[in-house]
């Protein structure tokens, strides 16, 4: 038993679990993060690409997107610290996001930009030369898998055009901004608890009463939220809920290569996102002169939907066929014979979108299924899970009455309810990392 006394337990020390903290510990809450790891950001916030882009196919995502990226340009302001480790930035590059019948031309993005006032240019594909090295500007669609005899064989002359958005970029070190937190959690009197797994929760009264950790250590508290990224199911299944939601969560495997810019190209400096729906690969500027190559989730790619403790950690033939992907895109990009890059986990729901909610268990909260787009959200969530938790703790129904969230940077209201474990899934969502 320990014997300090704290009012919420915060499972997990990612980015998001430290966010919900330090937003909860400046409304006057006594929080503990637990993490079985040995440091904040350990988990897969440590291989996130830490993009931060404001393009989403609906309002709301833009709006939340835009709200949180306000957070991170004003980072070390908000978090009234300096950490001796230094602090993380954020980096604008711009991003350019390509046209294709599958994302309708971009026509829902262009209009969610527009709902928002997010200012981007429509290019041409004679434009797009402006933002890629030496680019091959035609179709590759339908994505093949290497294997396949078509693979890497053009299917159209052209590709249909993009959207540059310039308000795009990426934070230096996603791991150090989560320590960064921590740093501003225990600043405002939140404590932390590193190497610790959570292996039951509590329950006394029909809510939620604190938690076990495998030494047999009991913490008591009335609140405690489920923060604990792609093994957020495991934990649903400790509270006894996950049957009851309509949303689950699971863990998927993904890889990521790292590939060496063509020589002359200084891509670290001059370098865009771009998301390319045509070749099925995102990219972004890495440290070292490198791109970094994620995977758009192509229908050809089987998923691996696997256990976070139990999973395969080298490299496949997926880390090859992302960097020959975008290869395609940049035919002088230099493909090294040995594999750069990482293997991590997205936390996906059903439907891609999020789970920010209340549960079954009373005192018992969700900040799951971020679905490998959530970092750039995590200040804003922070903010809106604190309100949520005090919200329903001072009798509120929100499945029935959704909180109403007033953001602080933009002139909008966002229905929580949006992010319900309960929702119907979400036909229009790309089933994707893009949302
Ligand atoms: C490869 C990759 C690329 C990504 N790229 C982007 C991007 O470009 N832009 C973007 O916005 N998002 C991106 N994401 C998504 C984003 O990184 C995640 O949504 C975010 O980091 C999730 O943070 P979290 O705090 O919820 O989870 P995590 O960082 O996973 O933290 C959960 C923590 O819970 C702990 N935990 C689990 N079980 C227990 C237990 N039983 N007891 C104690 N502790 C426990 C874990 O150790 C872990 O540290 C990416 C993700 C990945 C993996």
Same mark, same amino acid.
């Given at each position: ?209 604190? %938690?076990? =950790?495998? +030494? ?5 508290? !009335? $609140? ?5 990224? &792609?093994?957020? *199911? ?108 990482? %293997?991590? =986990?997205? +936390? ?5 979108? !999020? $789970? ?5 268990? &009373?005192?018992? *909260? ?70």
């Amino acid at each position: 038993m320990n014997n300090k006394q704290y009012d919420a337990v915060i499972i997990g020390a990612g980015i998001i679990g430290n966010c919900i903290s330090y937003e909860m510990a400046l409304k006057g809450y006594k929080t503990l993060n637990i993490d079985k790891l040995g440091g904040s950001g350990f988990g897969s916030t440590a291989g996130s690409c830490a993009i931060i882009r404001l393009y989403y196919s609906s309002p709301e995502g833009v709006a939340l997107a835009r709200e949180g990226y306000y957070y991170w340009l004003d980072w070390n302001r908000y978090l009234n610290v300096t950490d001796p480790d230094g602090m993380a930035y954020y980096k604008n590059t711009g991003a350019m996001v390509f046209k294709s019948d599958i994302n309708k031309n971009l026509a829902p993005v262009m209009e969610s930009l527009d709902a928002l006032g997010v200012g981007y240019r429509e290019l041409s594909p004679g434009d797009m030369k402006q933002y890629l090295p030496n680019p091959d500007l035609r179709s590759y669609h339908p994505q093949k898998l290497m294997d396949d005899p078509e693979f890497g064989k053009p299917t159209g002359p052209s590709i249909n055009g993009a959207v540059y958005v310039p308000e795009s970029g990426y934070v230096s070190d996603p791991k150090l901004s989560t320590h960064n937190v921590e740093m501003a959690v225990r600043n405002v009197g939140g404590d932390f608890m590193f190497n610790a797994e959570v292996t039951d929760i509590l329950t006394k009264d029909g809510r939620a009463a604190g %938690v076990t =950790l495998k +030494d047999g250590t009991v913490i008591e508290a !009335p $609140i405690v939220v489920n923060v604990a990224g &792609p093994h957020s *199911y495991f934990i649903n299944r400790m509270a006894g809920i996950e049957d009851k939601m309509n949303i689950k969560t699971r863990a998927l495997r993904v890889e990521v290569a790292h590939v060496p810019s063509p020589q002359g190209v200084d891509w670290e400096n001059t370098g865009v996102i771009t998301s390319d729906s045509d070749t099925g690969v995102y990219t972004r500027p890495e440290t070292g002169n490198h791109w970094l190559i994620g995977s758009e989730e192509p229908k050809c790619d089987p998923l691996e939907y696997v256990d976070p403790d139990d999973y395969n950690q080298n490299f496949t033939d997926q880390l090859k066929t992302q960097a020959m992907r975008q290869a395609m895109r940049v035919p002088d990009l230099p493909i090294p014979n040995k594999n750069q890059g990482l %293997v991590d =986990l997205y +936390d996906v729901s059903d439907d891609w979108y !999020p $789970i920010y909610d209340k549960s079954d268990l &009373p005192g018992f *909260y969700l900040a799951i299924g971020t679905s490998g787009n959530q970092y750039k959200n995590a200040p804003a969530v922070g903010s809106f899970m604190s309100e949520l938790i005090q919200y329903c703790e001072a009798g509120n129904n929100h499945d029935r009455d959704p909180l109403q969230y007033k953001m602080k940077y933009i002139d909008r209201t966002l229905d929580i309810g949006f992010f319900s474990r309960n929702r119907e899934i979400n036909k229009d969502s790309s089933f994707s990392v893009i949302g």
